[in-house]
C-alpha cells in the first residue's frame, strides 16, 4: 500500500492567463480610454502614420447645432467611424473633418422661442444683436454635440472642425451664391413655394414632413356661361377651400369620358365618368340619369363662372370668367376628374395658367392670411376660410356638398405646423434651359454608385422631376443671398467685382457685413448710387449652405475632390445628397462625391417610430451610460443599416451578450498566449490540418473585412466575425485544442502551432475589430503589448498571405465537423443516461463509409471529439455508438487511458512534461 500523499499537478498545467479582466465595465472605463487617447495625441499619430497614403474622404453631412444627440446621430457617426476607421488601417489617409451646421430655422427657431418665454418681440431686436444670438446658440450646442460624438468613440479632426457660420464658410457660401448668379443661373420670379404661415418663410422639400390632417372639403359648381352646356355646372373637389378665392380657371384632361348629369330637381352637371358613382355617394347627388357622355376635349375653351360671381361686394376679381384648360396631369384617381386652378397655390396650376398667361395674383400674406385685394376675405387667416367659402357657396347657389378629409398633410418639420403653397417672388437656380443643370445632375446620378443600389433610383426620380430649386428663405440667421438689384429696371446686378468685394468682407467679418450700416455703398462701389438699388435681405437655404460644404471644406483646405464618399440616412435623397449634387454640377459640372451611402432609420422594438409621448425613445447617452459606447457601436454593425434598424432594451441585451462572448474570445486568445515569444512561432506548412483551417478561416474573413473597405458596404461584416468566434473558435477550435494548450509540453509542435494561431488570431481580431469595438480592441492590444504600447489603431490589418487559404482543406474540415456532431450526440445522449460524466470518459465508436475514413486517424478523431479514445470502423453509411474508455483517469489532463501509471497517475504524454 501506498501511504504517499498525491501530488498536485495543477501547477504543471499551463492555464491561461492574462490582465484582460472578464468584466469590461465599458460605462466607466471608457472616458479614460478617451483621455488616454488624447494625452497620447493619437489623432496627431494617425495623421502622421498616413503621410503619403492614398487619400480616402468620407465627407461628413452636417447636422443641426441645436440639441442634444439622439440616437439617428449615434447610428451615423457610428458608421462613418467604423468606415473611416477601417479605411486608415486598410492602408488609406482617411482624414474625417466634422462638421455643423449652424444657420438657418432650427437655430432661429429655438432663439425666438427663449425670446417668446421672456415676451420679447423678435422684430423689435437689431439683426445683428438677434444674429449674434444666434451664433452663441449654434456654438453652445455644437461644442455640446462634439463632446458627445467623441463619447461615441468617433476619431476626426475636431480641433479643426467645420460649421457653416465660421466666416471663412460663410465667404464660400456667398461665392458659390456668385457663381450661379454670374452664370446667368440664379434669378427672382413669382411661383408658388412651400411656406410655412407660423414661420413666415419658405421651405424646402427636406423641411418638410408629412403628418395626419382633418381638412375641410368642398364639391363646387362652376356654371358653364357658354355653348351647348350653357346651363350646366363643371364640378370640382377641393381639400383646400381656401384656394378656391385666388381660382383662375378650370383644368380637365381632354382623353377622359365625361358624363352630363341630370340629376332630379337640379341644374346638370358635369363630372368625369369613371368617378360619377363616388360624387354619387360622397356629396349625396340623389337621383339622377346620365345624359351623355363627351370628351374632355369638348369642354376645352369653356368659360365658366367662379363661384363667388356677382356675390361679393368690390369682388370684381370673382366676376371675370374662368377658361376651361386642357391639362394632361388631371386623372380618374379621386375627385371629380376636373380640378380648379389656383396659380398662387400649387405647381401644375401655376405652370398651366403660365403658359395661357394667366398670372398668379399674390392673394396671401406671409403670415397666411388674405391680402387686402381678396375682397371677402382681407385679413381673414386661410385655415379658417373655409367656413366663409362655403358660406358664399351655398349662398350662390354654387355649394353641391362639403365635408371633411382626414388624411396626409405636410407639416414643417420645426414647427410641426400645416404648410400651404404660395405664390411669392422668390429666388431660383433654374434646373433647365442653357445651363442644363437638370440634365447634368441625371448624368452625375448615373456615374455614381450607390449604397444599396435602389438609392439610384430615388434621387434620380427626384431630381428628374422637381421644379426650380427656390434657394430663398425670409428670416435673418443664415448667409443673405448677397445680390443687388437694380430698382428702374429690375434687372439683377451681375458684377464680379462687387461679389468680390462681398466676398473678401464676408471672410474677414463674417456675412454681418452685410446688415453693417453703408454695406451698399461698399460694396456697390464707386460710380453707383445706393438708392437706385435694392439691397436683397433675404437668407439663403440651409441646404444650399450644407450643399456647398464641398467648396468651403473639401477644396478650400486642399483635400480631394470629389469626396470619396457621402454617407447620411436615407431622407437625404431629397436633402443634403440632391443639394450638394445641384450645387456641384451647376457650378463644377460634376457630383461632389464617387459613392452615396445610406442607412435606414431607427425604430423601437416593435418597428415604431420613436415619440416622447410613447415613451419608446432610445437615448445614446442612456445608453452608454449603462452598457457603453462600443455596445451601441456592436449594436450599429449587427444591424442591416440598409434598412431601418429597431434598438431598445432587449436588443441591447443581446448586443450586451454578444458583446460578452467577442470579450471571452479575446480573452481566451490572450491567455492563450501568456509568454509567447517568437522563438515558437513555426510555418502553416508545419501544423496540423486544424490550424492549418483556422488560417484559411482567417484567410476568408480577410477577403470579407477589405471587400467592405472597398465598397463601403459592411452589412454582415460584423456577425461574421462574431459567428467565427463564437462557432468556429469558441464552440470548435478552443474546445479542442485546450488540452494541447494546457498539457503539450511547451516545445510540443502542436502547442506552438496552436500559439502561433493564437497570435494571428489576436492580430486580427484586434485589427478587425478596431473599428467597430474602438475601446475593446485597444484595450486587447495593450493587454498583450502592454500597456505603454502604441494603439492598436496605428496599425494596418495584417496582411494575410494568400497560400492560407485552402479550399480543399476547408471542404474537408466541414465534413469532419459534420461528423463530430455524430459522435456528440450519442455521448450527450450516455452523459444524460449517467453511463458516463464527460466526454473524456468516452472511447466512442465510428463507422464510416471509405470516402470519409481517410479524413483522420482513430487518435485525430479522439482530439477532434475530446474523447479518450477512438475506433474507426467500415460501414455503408455514418453510425457513431457509444464506448466508455478503458484504463484510469490521468490526475493531469484528466484523460482515462491504459496506460496511466499507477504509481502517480500519470499518462506518458504528462509523465514526460512534468518530470524532473
Partial sequence: MNDLPARDYRPTVFLPKTPFPLRADLAKREPGWLARWEAEGLGAKLRAAATGRPPFVLHDGPPYANGPLHIGHALNKILKDVINRAAQMAGFDAHYIPGWDCHGLPIEWKVEEEYRARRKNKDEVPVLEFRAECRAYAQTWLDFQAEEFRRLGVEGDFAHRYATMDFPSEAVIAEEIGRFLLNGALYRGLRPVMWSPVEKTALAEAEVEYHDHVSPTLWARFRVLDGALGGASLVIWTTTPWTIPANRALAVNPELDYALVQPEGAAPLVVALKLLPEVVRDAGLGTHHVVRVLKGAELVGLQVAHPFAGRVEGGALYDTPRP???GDFVTEDAGTGIVHMAP?????DFALCKAHDIPAIESLEDDGTYAAKMAGFAGLHVFKAHERVWALCEDAGTLLAKGQLSHSYPH??????????????QWFIAMDGEHGIRAKALQAIAETRFIPEAGRNRINGMVGTRPDWCISRQRAWGVPIAVFVEKATGEVLRDPAVMARIVDAFREEGADAWYRPGAAARFLGEGRDPAGYEQVMDIVD??????STHAFVLEARGLPWPADLYLEGSDQHRGWFQSSLLEAVGTRGRAPFKAVLTHGFVLDEAGRKMSKSLGNVTAPQEVMEKYGADILRLWVMNSDTDEDLRIG?????????????????????????????????VEPAQMPGLERWVLHRLGELDARVRGAVASHDWSGVVPEIHHFCATDLSAFWFDIRKDALYCDAPASPRRRAVR???DQLHRCLCAWLAPVLCFTADEAWRARFGEDAPSVHLELFPAIPAEWRDEALATKWARIRELRREVTGVIEAARAAGEVRSSLGAAPVLALPAEDRALLDADGWADVAITSGFVLEEGEAPAARFAPAAGAKCERCWKVLPEVSPAHGLCRRCEAVVAP
Fill in 324 to 326: 376651361v384648360l386642357a
Fill in 344 to 348: 398662387d397655390h400649387g405647381e401644375d
Fill in 412 to 425: 414643417s418639420w420645426r414647427s410641426k405646423k400645416p404648410v400651404i403653397f404660395r405664390a411669392t417672388p
Fill in 542 to 547: 440651409v441646404w444650399f449652405e450644407s450643399g
Fill in 649 to 681: 432594451k432587449t436588443i441591447l441585451e443581446q448586443q450586451a451578450e454578444l458583446y460578452r462572448r467577442l470579450r471571452n474570445s479575446l480573452r481566451w486568445i490572450l491567455g492563450g498566449l501568456d509568454g509567447f515569444s517568437e522563438a515558437e512561432r
Fill in 756 to 758: 502561433t494561431v493564437l
